[in-house]
């Protein structure tokens, strides 16, 4: 007969040995689960960090991990992070991805596809390159960003003493970046429409606030008498904004921006834009996150996805004071409840 203090160390070893196998099942369940992954520029851009919300949103809702990367817009740095991700996950994972730039497209793709990780990529990829070529890249999506660069060129060609005359600098993005290009573009054609509108000088600003003040206040010495400041985004308007305010002109002569930060929605009420584009980061970290789980549980077929599909834009929510308060209500003090059934609910049209 077991003494008191025999039983006692046998219910111990059983107790640990049922812990362990608690922890390990726990472990094993973990690992099971598919991560979900979005690689962005950082969380100091609201914007991007809009990515990181709806990602972690979608998690809670399906009961997943997410991991957020930050490039820190350094495009080395965000195909590394995403390789360790691969081997961190051992390939469980899937991606929801905004480059830093479209050269980064191809290293990334190839890292993914050699991993078997399904992926959407948002905004960038060289011209050159199909997403029809690759297996695990489900589709390539943009927002109509030369309709963008279009209609807040409009909407600051409004705001003018005698509207649709005057002069204007511009603050363009980065060079190599698509959205950048397309939002340039835009604006050419607005300046086209109207030929008593003159684009007196423009730099690039890489999507950076201070170096949208700095660029802002430098041309500002050789152009002192301008009408108003184009942007290719928020972050580099709300730079001009500043550089405005310095010189006397805020309110005076106004400007546009393009994503949805809040500052830019107070700075229309103040009357000191005229207007952005809210690009929803949220719907765009869940819609390409569902996209790249459906693929990966077998619920969508890519191979079978018409090309059209395959490349693909989405609208952005066009924002002027008419509608500031609606839209802040609506995207900023909450996170909508997107109806993710239809991935295709909201194309426009094809993207080259």
Request: charged fraction near 25%; charge should be negative; proline fraction near 4%.
């Amino acid at each position: 007969m077991k003494s008191f203090m025999q039983w006692k160390v046998l219910w111990a070893v059983v107790l640990c040995v049922a812990i362990a196998a608690g922890v390990m099942a726990v472990k094993a369940e973990a690992a099971d689960k598919v991560t979900l992954v979005v690689s962005i520029r950082g969380l100091d851009n609201p914007y991007h960090a809009n990515y990181a919300e709806g990602a972690k949103a979608l998690g809670e809702i399906l009961g997943l991990p997410v991991d957020v990367l930050s490039t820190e817009a350094d495009s080395q740095k965000g195909i590394a992070d995403i390789k360790a991700e691969v081997a961190r996950t051992g390939g469980n994972m899937v991606l929801n991805l905004d480059p830093n730039q479209a050269p980064d497209v191809v290293p990334i793709a190839k890292i993914l596809e050699d991993a078997g990780v399904y992926w959407v990529n948002w905004w960038n990829k060289p011209d050159d390159i199909k997403v029809t070529d690759y297996k695990y890249w489900i589709a390539h999506i943009t927002f109509d960003s030369v309709g963008t660069g279009y209609f807040n060129a409009k909407e600051l060609f409004k705001t003018f003493k005698t509207p649709n005359k005057g002069k204007i600098i511009a603050l363009q993005g980065l060079l190599a970046n698509t959205p950048a290009i397309e939002r340039f573009q835009g604006l050419q054609k607005a300046l086209a429409e109207n030929p008593e509108v003159e684009l007196v000088q423009w730099e690039g600003a890489d999507w950076d606030r201070t170096k949208g003040y700095n660029a802002t206040k430098a041309m500002l010495v050789a152009h002192p008498d301008i009408d108003g400041v184009w942007s290719a985004n928020d972050e580099m308007a709300m730079g001009a904004i500043q550089a405005l305010k310095e010189a006397g002109l805020a309110g005076k002569v106004l400007v546009n921006g393009t994503d949805g930060i809040p500052e830019i929605f107070d700075a229309i009420k103040e009357g000191l834009a005229c207007s952005t584009v809210l690009q929803d980061a949220k719907y765009q970290a869940q819609l390409g996150l569902s996209m790249a789980l459906a693929a990966k549980e077998g619920k969508l077929d890519v191979a079978a996805l018409p090309a059209k599909y395959r490349s693909f834009k989405i609208p952005g929510v066009e924002v002027t004071r008419e509608n500031v308060d609606q839209v802040v209500k609506e995207f900023l003090e909450s996170t909508p409840t997107y109806d993710l059934t239809d991935f295709f609910a909201r194309f426009v049209e094809e993207a080259k």
